[in-house]
């Protein structure tokens, strides 16, 4: 056809404007994930975001975009809703400042939320495991210069290099360390070793790990207060009222692709059975310990009853993507500028 060639740069071009234009009018959904409200002095992983900067976040939040429950942001996911930036808000793991400080931040501002519990550990006289691991290996008091731990069949044997007993620098250097960064000397190498081998163990194994990390290091198993998990009344506390919900994160927060197809199965049933007992509500939702899941895993969670599960993956929310592998913004300890611009930057909209 005469003229078709040069028109073909004038249609792509309709065709790029009139995409614009229909995302533009199409709902923007986004699934905010936090663990703690809390400011510590070492955060390896960037799980705490310090009150005054959550306190910044709610309010941009507030001035820049929709709340709403997880539950409505999946039906507006389904829906043909036009237009309006959506914001789901959720904390993994089940820590007591969720109670303490990030609830009544949440509750003053009207905003609901999702609390992914690990069952099992509620009400426990133990840390986070690797809470523990920070503690026993990042801590800068002295330690043996060796250590042997049985791995897999076998022993594993690390030595600290002149790192058993760091100078007084090195709290700072601990404090400022990110685990996502390589290592800067032989305590965090360990760390970084240690946390990848336990994560991947079944609970049996990984307590008796533990224990003997405990006794290597000459540290009693007794929790600090600053990291405390939820006593089951808290936790019932937590997820009291229409605006609150609690959502299933396994029983031990063990990750799953690395179990056996009975142990999975038994992980997600029985955690939503004990938050529905606990709370006296359904629980509706999953979130994948560590984001780690396999196909097995998605299809025991759909056959669990559960509507949707939240991954570590990032993304916005869309209606292609599927309910069981949902993505989430990692929120760290931003104060509200930079949330605001990361907010935008992930909505598509700087």
């Known amino acids: ?29 986004l699934i ?9 002095q070492c955060d390896p992983w960037e799980l705490c975001v310090s009150p005054g900067n959550f306190a910044a976040q709610l309010e941009v939040l507030r001035e820049e975009c929709d709340v709403v429950r997880l539950a409505d942001l999946l039906e507006l996911r389904r829906a043909r809703r036009v237009g309006g930036r959506y914001v789901a808000v959720t904390f993994d793991d089940g820590y007591a400042d969720n109670l303490e400080a990030a609830r009544p931040l949440l509750q003053r501002r009207s905003c609901p939320a ?16 690797w809470d523990e691991l920070e503690r026993l290996v990042l ?16 022993t594993r044997r690390w ?45 049996q194994a990984r307590e008796e790990s533990l224990d003997a990390l405990h006794r290597w ?13 939820l006593t089951r009344e808290e936790a019932g506390r937590l997820c009291d009222g229409e605006r609150f919900e609690a959502g299933a994160h396994s029983v031990t927060h063990v990750a799953l692709s690395f179990q056996e197809p009975a142990e999975q199965a038994e992980e997600i049933c029985a955690s939503k059975r004990s938050l529905e007992s606990l709370t006296g509500r359904s629980v509706r939702h999953f979130a994948y310990p560590y984001g780690d899941y396999s196909a097995e895993t998605v299809r025991m969670v759909r056959e669990a009853g559960f509507d949707g599960a939240v991954t570590t993956d ?36 700087r």
């Open 314 to 349: 990032g993304g916005r929310v869309t209606r292609q993507g599927s309910p069981w592998r949902l993505p989430r913004l990692a929120v760290a300890d931003w104060d509200g500028r930079e949330f605001a611009s990361r907010l935008r930057a992930a909505f598509g909209t």
């Open 1 to 29: 056809m005469p003229g078709w060639t040069s028109l073909t740069p004038v249609i792509r071009g309709a065709r790029r404007a009139l995409g614009r234009g229909v995302d533009r009018l199409r709902p923007r959904a």
């Open 114 to 129: 999702t609390f992914f519990l690990t069952s099992g550990a509620l009400g426990g006289a133990r840390e986070f495991w």
């Open 139 to 154: 801590d800068p008091r002295p330690l043996p210069e060796e250590l042997e731990l049985p791995v897999d069949g076998s």
């Open 217 to 229: 290091a000459g540290v009693p198993r007794i929790p600090r207060p600053t990291h405390r998990v």
């Open 32 to 40: 905010l994930m936090y663990h703690r409200v809390a400011a510590v």
């Open 159 to 203: 030595r600290l290099d002149g790192a058993a007993s760091p100078p007084p620098e090195w709290s700072e250097e601990h404090s400022t360390w990110r685990a996502r960064n390589p290592p800067r000397n032989p305590r965090q190498a360990l760390f970084c070793d240690l946390w990848s081998i336990l994560h991947r163990d079944t609970r």
